[in-house]
């Protein structure tokens, strides 16, 4: 990948992961509201606006920064299953996608449910329900801990990445022997 | 002003250096993975199978609670 491409290929999945962060920041605001909220009509709105971040901001950064990341590991000497610390970003990546996903149902409900109760304001503060609180607060660690992984590159490579560098060794190796410099030439060919 | 410190390539990292690169085995801080891991999938298969599942809102009330009647009367 030329060193352009590779850069705004980071720059996308950077910006793509710290929003997904930012945003499930937000969404964990949004649960303790309606989680601990007194007010009807605050827990009714937390709930509505739950399911929007989710649906129009949730998912499609989390899928970004899948796509991204793919990208910016598959098209640069990183590799996805060399360095252990990438192959760790790509499963929680992975978990994280498919419990959004599955979790998107529950937040429909909720909102659904939210959005018919009109005059019950007893119906409103027993719509209440810890378990959003729960899976913003379980993503927000994971994606800190992704992040994390990002900046300080923790050491280890897989047995799939040490024999791809062994190989890349030999084929440089190979490749410096079979064309010799101009002072190597110029001793042989005086 | 020093440059900023440039994006590292692979080649710069700790991890393909010679000198830190372990022998045998993957590192320590990738098996606290593994095993953190492995306690997370065995935690939700626990939740699963005692109906913490996805879904659970849909079918079985909130939380474990009878959901709101002016829900219930609504059909939801």
Redesign the interface.
């Known amino acids: 990948m030329a060193p352009l491409v590779r850069k705004f290929a980071l720059t996308a999945h950077v910006t793509a992961s710290v929003g997904w962060l930012g945003a499930v920041g937000g969404s964990l605001a949004l649960s303790i509201a309606g989680l601990a909220s007194r007010d009807p009509q605050l827990v009714r709105a937390a709930y509505l606006m739950l399911k929007v971040i989710g649906e129009f901001v949730l998912v499609p950064l989390a899928f970004a920064s899948l796509l991204t990341g793919l990208v910016g590991s598959l098209g640069t000497q990183w590799g996805l299953f060399r360095h252990y610390w990438v192959l760790a970003k790509l499963v929680m990546n992975l978990f994280a996608v498919i419990v959004l996903l599955l979790y998107m149902q529950t937040i429909g409900y909720l909102a659904g449910a939210a959005a018919k109760i009109t005059s019950s304001s007893r119906g409103l503060l027993e719509l209440r329900n810890p378990s959003p609180v729960v899976h913003a607060g379980a993503a927000l660690a994971l994606l800190l801990v992704a992040t994390t992984l990002s900046v300080y590159k923790p050491r280890g490579m897989t047995r799939y990445g040490l024999r791809k560098q062994h190989e890349q060794r030999s084929v440089s190796r190979a490749a410096a022997v079979a064309t010799p410099t101009a002072s190597q030439a110029g001793e042989v060919v005086p | 002003m020093a440059d900023p410190p440039r994006?590292?390539?692979?080649?710069d990292?700790?991890?393909?250096?010679p000198d830190?690169?372990?022998t045998t085995g993957?590192?320590r801080?990738?098996k606290v993975?593994g095993l953190m891991?492995l306690v997370l999938v065995v935690l939700i298969v626990i939740m699963l199978l005692t109906g913490h599942g996805?879904?659970?809102?849909?079918h079985g009330g909130?939380?474990g609670?009878t959901?709101?009647?002016?829900?219930s009367e609504?059909g939801?």
Not at chain 2, 54 to 58: E, I, S, W, Y
């Open positions: 994006f590292p390539e692979p080649d990292v700790a991890a393909v250096r830190r690169e372990p993957p590192p801080w990738v993975f891991g996805p879904g659970r809102h849909m909130l939380g609670r959901p709101p009647s002016s829900v609504r939801v």
